[in-house]
């Protein structure tokens, strides 16, 4: 069964930084896209970023170079890094694994109807 699992996340101060994980189980990251979503207290949610199987990586406009998506494929995890937190960046920030298995996939979505299995998402606080 395909599984990701997020972590790291947690109370930061504004300016901060965080590194969030995105453990998969069940699959390579060489055959799935991973996308990263948050959704905000009230809000819905959005997308953020991906990485494609062949390792391309996209951002939403919002993230304006303060969002950084990388894996390592022997760990079989993507890392999302955040930088200058700030208060609207508080909510909880979930993975997903791409529906279409293809070996080296050269592009990504941050649609979530792109994604078929979610984790159950990490808490990120921004706050003084």
């Known amino acids: 069964q395909l599984q990701v699992e997020e972590s790291g996340g947690g109370l930061v101060q504004p300016g901060g930084s965080l590194r969030l994980s995105c453990a998969g189980s069940?699959?390579?990251?060489?055959?799935?896209?991973i996308g990263w979503f948050r959704q905000a207290p009230g809000k819905e949610r959005e997308g953020i970023s991906c990485?494609?199987?062949?390792?391309?990586?996209r951002y939403a406009d919002f993230v304006k170079g303060r969002f950084s998506v990388t894996r390592d494929l022997v760990k079989n995890t993507v890392f999302l890094q955040i930088v200058n937190l700030s208060a609207e960046d508080t909510g909880d920030y979930f993975c997903?694994?791409?529906?279409?298995?293809?070996?080296?996939?050269?592009?990504?979505?941050?649609?979530?109807?792109?994604?078929?299995?979610w984790g159950e998402g990490t808490q990120v606080t921004v706050s003084a």
């Open positions: 069940g699959f390579s990251l060489e055959y799935r896209d």
């Open positions: 990485i494609s199987s062949g390792g391309d990586t």
């Open positions: 997903a694994v791409g529906r279409q298995s293809s070996l080296g996939r050269w592009d990504c979505s941050v649609s979530a109807v792109a994604y078929a299995f």
